[in-house]
């Protein structure tokens, strides 16, 4: 009765040692340099699975590699990985890396996590992984960098930055203190975590690192100063700096960028007169995103028969519902650059035969500039996305208005100014909400009280901004602020801040955050909105304007300063441009006295969706027209990029 199984034990015995000897066969190949001998044999191994057959894939993925195909050996070491558990570490992570240098990142993320995890003894292999899987920026990469992030080296600099910036941008932020609570200890001098941990005080309204920051960074010219502006990103300097010498020093993103800039190509001649002029529009905000709430109407309204007009999206996969929802015309025109490397994107571009590429993003948060830089299209802007200098970039002109860049800010720019005639911003009057009516008890607001309002990112308050609406309020005694915050932590912190300015935190009212709609239903509720400061509402101001909301602001000092300025300029209400800070208080103070006057320019703003210049989106978009035929006609004449003044059309 054993001897069917003493049989049977003989033949695995047989084979064994069969594929013992093939496999002996492919390795003495191997190492004569008869790879195609040692390919063979070794497959031979791997087709029978037999138990040596991991190391039989392995075999087979040095061999590829010798010959230079890496995507191919990566592929068979993590087939190794799968086959041999315990050597799976080293596997994975030889695989993880062939992968991303051959360019392969999709195909790294399939198995980074199990890399990452596996080799978590290898903190800088785990933070290249975790940079990695971060790219697409959806819920399964953020999950899978949360599980990664504990073992990142503490006492890394780049480790602990990425860390930090993961947190903030996921807006974890009670994670985030503690990370860089830690970093005191850790890493204490390391400039780019300083620069980030300023930037995420904004976050948090941390008035006191606020002002911190603030004071070291009044000396630009100091060790600590010059260390943090090498490694602050263009976004967090916006935000307390209005000085337009110290905005156009080189921010992170510049230095980024320097390959690229470098590998720039020569510029294509632009198409000729008597063909539609191609625009080119590059962004990846083409979903229910702030520029698109602004330019979608002008997008829309843009003559198809002297304009062809192409997005070039790199929106995230997230996004894709929001892009179905888009007006076919806009649909039709999206041509999809994100699975793309910058090098192929930029290639696409120019094999559409765009004549003005037009960047929408500058330093903002997901930008690719390297593609602008790359291509080799006749002119290249930059507009809307980045309110200063998009400094790194190969752009000729950066579309602006008078008023937010007037002829003392050139000096700081390297791209020329095309400026149009009423304001820069273009702003959706047919796709946006009519403001309706709505009650006040439906959000908390004393019906009877005059109630100021602050509908801007928090992020853009400074000690300076918090004095003044203090100020605001000492001198408008029965007067409430109505103001956006999500956070409770910044919550806690903007009312210990009222309360050091001796402001009874009772008058401070926060609104909860809303969808986009009804948001605009409840702006005429407040009476009159305080602006902030040195970095203004942007689309919130145009948006109050459009729900019916005053805004009150003063004169700025760099183009993040101006925006409201020019926004107010362009639907007839300059009298709400304070010169100064104490006229600020002294207006703010008067309104809160005369609701007449608040009652007028109400009745002002509601009449201005149909007829100010800021809502009047076809003559905004025939402006914008009329600056790429004015940039064309300098680019076919021969002639080097120049500032340009759109004149405003009759009416």
């Known amino acids: 009765?054993?001897?069917?199984?003493?049989?049977?034990?003989?033949?695995?015995?047989?084979?064994?040692?069969?594929?013992?000897?093939?496999?002996?066969?492919?390795?003495?190949?191997?190492?004569?340099?008869?790879?195609?001998?040692?390919?063979?044999?070794?497959?031979?191994?791997?087709?029978?699975?037999?138990?040596?057959?991991?190391?039989?894939?392995?075999?087979?993925?040095?061999?590829?590699?010798?010959?230079?195909?890496?995507?191919?050996?990566?592929?068979?070491?993590?087939?190794?990985?799968?086959?041999?558990?315990?050597?799976?570490?080293?596997?994975?992570?030889?695989?993880?890396?062939?992968?991303?240098?051959?360019?392969?990142?999709?195909?790294?993320?399939?198995?980074?996590?199990?890399?990452?995890?596996?080799?978590?003894?290898?903190?800088?292999?785990?933070?290249?992984?975790?940079?990695?899987?971060?790219?697409?920026?959806?819920?399964?990469?953020?999950?899978?960098?949360?599980?990664?992030?504990?073992?990142?080296?503490?006492?890394?600099?780049?480790?602990?930055?990425?860390?930090?910036?993961?947190?903030?941008?996921?807006?974890?932020?009670?994670?985030?203190?503690?990370?860089?609570?830690?970093?005191?200890?850790?890493?204490?001098?390391?400039?780019?975590?300083?620069?980030?941990?300023?930037?995420?005080?904004?976050?948090?309204?941390?008035?006191?690192?606020?002002?911190?920051?603030?004071?070291?960074?009044?000396?630009?010219?100091?060790?600590?100063?010059?260390?943090?502006?090498?490694?602050?990103?263009?976004?967090?300097?916006?935000?307390?700096?209005?000085?337009?010498?110290?905005?156009?020093?080189?921010?992170?993103?510049?230095?980024?960028?320097s390959q690229s800039f470098a590998a720039r190509q020569p510029r294509r001649k632009i198409g000729m007169a008597e063909q539609p002029l191609h625009i080119g529009y590059l962004s990846s905000d083409f979903h229910a995103h702030a520029t698109m709430t602004l330019f979608l109407d002008s997008l829309l309204a843009h003559d198809r028969s002297r304009f062809r007009i192409t997005l070039f999206c790199y929106t995230a996969k997230t996004y894709s519902a929001d892009q179905q929802a888009m007006p076919e015309q806009l649909r039709r025109e999206l041509v999809s650059l994100r699975d793309l490397s910058d090098e192929a994107a930029a290639g696409e571009i120019d094999r559409q035969q765009v004549d003005i590429l037009v960047d929408l993003k500058g330093h903002t948060p997901g930008a690719r500039l390297g593609i602008v830089n790359l291509s080799s299209a006749p002119v290249k802007a930059t507009?809307?996305?980045?309110?200063?200098?998009?400094?790194?970039?190969?752009?000729?002109?950066?579309?602006?208005?008078?008023?937010?860049?007037?002829?003392?800010?050139?000096?700081?720019?390297?791209?020329?100014?095309?400026?149009?005639?009423?304001?820069?911003?273009?702003?959706?009057?047919?796709?946006?909400?009519?403001?309706?009516?709505?009650?006040?008890?439906?959000?908390?607001?004393?019906?009877?009280?005059?109630?100021?309002?602050?509908?801007?990112?928090?992020?853009?308050?400074?000690?300076?901004?918090?004095s003044l609406w203090a100020r605001v309020l000492r001198a408008a005694p029965d007067s409430l602020l109505w103001m956006l915050c999500p956070d409770a932590l910044a919550r806690t912190n903007l009312e210990a801040g009222f309360v050091a300015e001796g402001i009874d935190p009772a008058r401070i009212l926060f609104a909860a955050k809303q969808d986009y709609g009804d948001h605009v239903h409840r702006l005429p509720l407040a009476d009159l909105a305080l602006d902030t400061f040195p970095c203004n509402g942007h689309t919130t101001t145009s948006d109050m304007l459009w729900g019916g909301l005053p805004v009150l602001t003063k004169r700025g000092h760099c183009f993040a300063g101006r925006v409201s300025e020019s926004l107010l300029k362009a639907v007839g209400l300059e009298q709400l441009v304070a010169d100064d800070e104490e006229a600020f208080v002294r207006l703010a103070a008067e309104l809160a006295r005369q609701p007449d006057k608040i009652a007028a320019l109400k009745n002002h703003l509601a009449a201005s969706r149909q007829a100010a210049p800021l809502f009047d989106t076809l003559r905004f978009t025939r402006h914008l027209e009329r600056a790429y035929e004015m940039m064309a006609e300098r680019a076919r004449a021969g002639l080097a990029p120049a500032r340009i003044d759109v004149p405003a059309l009759p009416g």
């Open 1 to 257: 009765m054993f001897r069917p199984c003493l049989r049977a034990r003989n033949r695995f015995l047989r084979r064994k040692r069969q594929d013992m000897a093939t496999f002996d066969t492919a390795v003495k190949a191997y190492q004569a340099g008869d790879f195609d001998a040692a390919l063979g044999a070794a497959r031979s191994v791997i087709a029978k699975q037999a138990p040596n057959h991991a190391m039989a894939q392995a075999l087979v993925g040095n061999i590829l590699l010798k010959r230079g195909d890496k995507p191919a050996a990566a592929t068979a070491f993590v087939q190794a990985a799968q086959a041999n558990r315990a050597e799976a570490p080293a596997f994975l992570k030889l695989a993880a890396t062939l992968f991303l240098q051959a360019g392969q990142a999709d195909e790294a993320r399939r198995i980074g996590l199990e890399a990452g995890l596996l080799n978590r003894v290898d903190p800088a292999f785990v933070l290249v992984m975790a940079q990695t899987l971060l790219a697409p920026w959806d819920n399964a990469a953020r999950q899978a960098v949360t599980q990664l992030i504990p073992y990142l080296d503490r006492a890394s600099g780049p480790a602990m930055f990425f860390a930090a910036s993961f947190y903030r941008a996921n807006w974890q932020l009670p994670e985030l203190k503690a990370l860089l609570d830690e970093a005191r200890e850790t890493v204490p001098d390391d400039a780019a975590i300083e620069g980030l941990r300023f930037a995420s005080a904004h976050d948090l309204v941390d008035l006191a690192t606020i002002a911190r920051h603030q004071a070291l960074m009044a000396a630009p010219d100091e060790p600590y100063a010059r260390a943090v502006l090498q490694v602050e990103q263009a976004l967090s300097r916006v935000l307390w700096c209005e000085d337009e010498s110290v905005q156009a020093k080189p921010v992170r993103e510049h230095r980024a960028l």
């Open 383 to 466: 507009y809307l996305g980045f309110p200063g200098p998009v400094s790194g970039v190969d752009l000729d002109y950066a579309i602006t208005d008078p008023v937010v860049t007037p002829d003392s800010a050139e000096a700081f720019y390297q791209e020329k100014f095309c400026r149009l005639p009423e304001c820069y911003q273009a702003n959706s009057a047919a796709s946006r909400p009519q403001p309706r009516p709505s009650r006040r008890a439906d959000h908390g607001v004393p019906e009877h009280a005059f109630v100021f309002a602050s509908f801007n990112g928090v992020h853009k308050i400074t000690p300076q901004t918090m």
